[in-house]
């Protein structure tokens, strides 16, 4: 019986996984919460990228909330949104939504004077934010 | 190699470390050569900012830097079949690597936590397995 066990594959996807992931799971709450990522940077690979990304979320998993983009010219996160849906993507304004909404950003900007002043300006904010948070209990 | 593009003065010996460790996989050809020098001038500017970004994040309360490169040119990108090298907090990498895989990559490279290092390394590395 153990020998059976032993030689049965597992689930293709799982087994994938377990491959390709040098990781265990991370603990259930954080597979099972919403998590909200945030996308910067709609470029030749971004906008692939995040294209793939908000489709596997919005396909596969259950009640997480829609990708949030933003990128220097509106027009590519107009047509991401055009190419998904609105369940699947969401436009943010300004670089502080994202990072006042986001668990997750995922940055994706070629040039390093671009990533430098968004990485300030997103900083700025998450440091503002913090120094407002309520104390613990 | 082009002395132009990266000088000598400018990198730590770390980084002069990486540039004559990648030498050795490089053919004499004159042509990849420049293309390894342009490589490593934009990996070098790149390891400066991370450190700086780094910096920056850190400071913040429960904020995490988690550096991933990705492989594969845009029809990779298409097919979601992009490799994926992760550097940084080991928390932060386990949540980001199953948010990525097998959303937009096939497989992720654990870098080890320093983000300057685990990036310089696989940038050099990887440019030039590419010109091969």
């Not at chain 1, 491959?19 to 991370?26: G, K």
């Not at chain 1, 919460?33 to 996308?39: C, N, R």
Request: some cysteine; glycine content about 6%; aromatic content about 6%.
């Amino acid at each position: 019986m153990a020998e059976q066990k032993l030689r049965m594959p597992l689930g293709s996807l799982g087994h994938k996984l377990a491959q390709d992931l040098p990781y265990s799971r991370p603990a259930t709450p954080g597979q099972h919460a919403q998590v909200q990522i945030g996308w910067i940077g709609l470029g030749a690979m971004g906008y692939l990228m995040a294209r793939n990304l908000a489709n596997h979320r919005g396909t596969y998993l259950e009640q997480q909330p829609p990708l949030l983009v933003w990128n220097r010219s509106k027009e590519k996160s107009e047509k991401l949104l055009r190419e998904l849906d609105n369940r699947k993507v969401a436009i943010a304004q300004t670089i502080v939504d994202v990072a006042t909404k986001c668990d997750i950003i995922v940055f994706s900007l070629s040039s390093d004077d671009v990533i430098r002043s968004v990485y300030k300006e997103l900083a700025a904010t998450l440091q503002a934010r913090s120094s407002h948070a309520p104390p613990l209990p | 190699m082009e002395t132009g593009t990266v000088s000598r003065t400018d990198i730590t010996p770390h980084q002069l470390h990486l540039i004559n460790e990648t030498r050795r996989y490089i053919p004499a050809s004159q042509a990849r050569y420049q293309l390894l020098a342009s490589a490593l001038a934009l990996t070098i500017a790149s390891i400066r900012l991370l450190g700086e970004l780094d910096a920056l994040i850190s400071a913040i309360p429960h904020c995490t830097l988690v550096t991933a490169p990705v492989f594969g040119p845009p029809a990779m990108a298409e097919n979601a079949s992009l490799m994926i090298a992760l550097s940084g907090d080991y928390r932060s990498k386990k949540e980001v690597a199953y948010t990525l895989v097998p959303a937009i990559g096939r497989r992720i490279l654990d870098l080890g936590g320093n983000v300057e290092k685990g990036d310089s390394v696989v940038r050099s590395r990887a440019h030039s397995y590419y010109i091969y």
